[in-house]
Every structure is written in C-alpha cells, then in structure tokens.
C-alpha cells in the first residue's frame, strides 16, 4: 500500500468511526451522564462531552472548508468548552489555516497516524506473557491498569470501567488483558468497521513495561484483524514515542502527521 490521498481519507475515516460509536455508546447510558453530543459540520464532525473536559472528547476531526468554522466556534461557546481541532496533511489548503489564525487559534501539536495492510504474522512467544480477551466481568482489573498505566488518578477508575464496559457488547469491539506470571499487567483495545482495524488504545503498568507487552498487544490485534476479515489496521500515537516505535516494529509505517489547533 503506498500512501495516497484515498487512503489518507480511509485512515482518517477509520478514527471517525471509532471514535461516533465510541461516544454513541457513551451517550445511550442511561441518563447520558456524561453530556455527550456529536454534530456534523459540512464535512467535519464535532464532539463534546459536559463531564470530560478533555481534547479527547472535545474535538473536531475532519475539517476541509473554512465556511464551517464560525458554526463550530458557536457549537463551543455555547457550551464554554475549550477544543481542539485536528487537521490532516491532505484536507487543508492555505486559506483555511490563515482563517483558524484570524480566529485566534494555532497549532499547538502534532499526532501521528500508522497503518498496514491486515496480514496474519508470527507473533512472538513469551512463556511469562499471556494475552487474552478482557471478559465482561474484568472491567474493574481494565480501569485499574488504564488509570494507572496512564498516569489518571484511581478516583476515575469507576467512570473508566462503565464508560468502556458500554462498548463490550457492540459490534466490532474487542478488548485484551496480558497477564505476566498470572498478574494483570496490560490492557489493549481494537474497534472494526468498514474492514479497517483501528488499534484504539493500550497501556502497561509501570512496573512490567520493556518486557514485550506492546508487541503482543499489537501482534495480537494485527492477527484478530486478519482473521476478522480486515484488511487495513490504523492506529494514532505521538510522533517517535515509544508506541509509535513499537508499531514500526511490528510493521507498521506512518500514513501522516496530523496538527493539533487549538485557541489562544
């Protein structure tokens, strides 16, 4: 697969979808407890949530035309939620950058997009190491580790464990736990749709990294993805972090860097 610009679109797409069924889940807890909405700006799509303040769930992805932004300014501001818009290297022209300045915004980041084609590869074996699917009675182990592998105070582990536990049932979701000895020590997440695989998230605890959990996570999903009839995996990291290497090495190559704009 060489890069192009139908593939850029496909990888960013492949975030979108994750993410709309991701925040829809969320969003039919009973209640909506945590405020969410998703709104759809000529091309774009926008999400926010009441309860997480943060760029994670308030965002825009998908922007292409400068004729949408004072649409999505007043989104915010009628929420008084600060956001981020994310922008990849094929979407923009120079007209809507100049706009996103005059509006008092500017980059303040980059994230990086990896891909590969969905291939059955040899995973490597680890006696100590044992990768499985997370059962539905195991969200409180996962919040644990998710909180703790990235540095969230355990005082969220609750919302961490029901605002992931909505997705156990749906469609194309799959979570895994690795074990080191028996001990819980790394989650990961995959999410399938449209044939594309999007690694969506995984951590390990401090104290069993650099011992090959990450590979397993990503050889794991890679093969699950193969089998499920996949036939692209996509993932997001930050550029020349230690995942981003870990996906190289497994791999995986980068498709683009996206900007990260936010307001002054």
Not at 29 to 55: D, K
Not at 113 to 132: F, V
Not at 234 to 240: A, D, E, I
Not at 251 to 263: E, N, P
Request: with cysteine; aromatic share 12%; glycine share 6%.
């Amino acid at each position: 697969m060489i890069m192009n610009y139908d593939l850029a679109e496909i990888l960013e797409k492949s975030e979108i979808n994750y993410m709309i069924d991701r925040m829809i889940a969320i969003q039919e807890r009973e209640g909506n407890p945590e405020g969410i909405e998703i709104n759809e700006f000529g091309l774009c799509t926008a999400f926010y949530s009441r309860t997480m303040p943060w760029g994670l769930f308030n965002n825009v992805k998908g922007l292409m035309d400068g004729e949408v932004i004072e649409d999505v300014l007043r989104f915010y501001e009628e929420r008084e939620r600060n956001f981020e818009i994310q922008i990849i290297p094929s979407k923009v022209n120079q007209d809507v950058l100049k706009l996103l300045f005059q509006k008092g915004f500017y980059q303040s980041g980059f994230h990086t997009t990896l891909y590969s084609e969905s291939i059955e590869i040899n995973s490597i074996e680890k006696e100590e190491i044992h990768i499985r699917e997370l059962q539905e009675d195991e969200f409180d182990i996962y919040a644990e580790i998710h909180c703790l592998g990235t540095g969230l105070s355990l005082e969220g582990k609750s919302y961490v464990a029901a605002n992931n536990k909505v997705l156990f049932a749906r469609h194309g979701w799959k979570y895994y736990i690795g074990f080191y000895n028996d001990v819980p020590a790394a989650v990961a997440v995959m999410y399938m749709e449209d044939n594309v695989a999007s690694l969506t998230f995984a951590t390990t605890l401090p104290d069993y990294r650099n011992k090959g959990f990450q590979t397993h996570l990503l050889q794991r999903r890679i093969n699950d993805a193969y089998k499920n009839g996949c036939k692209l995996v996509v993932s997001q990291t930050s550029y020349c972090s230690t995942s981003h290497r870990n996906m190289e090495r497994v791999g995986m190559k980068i498709g683009y860097t996206r900007s990260t704009w936010i307001r002054a």
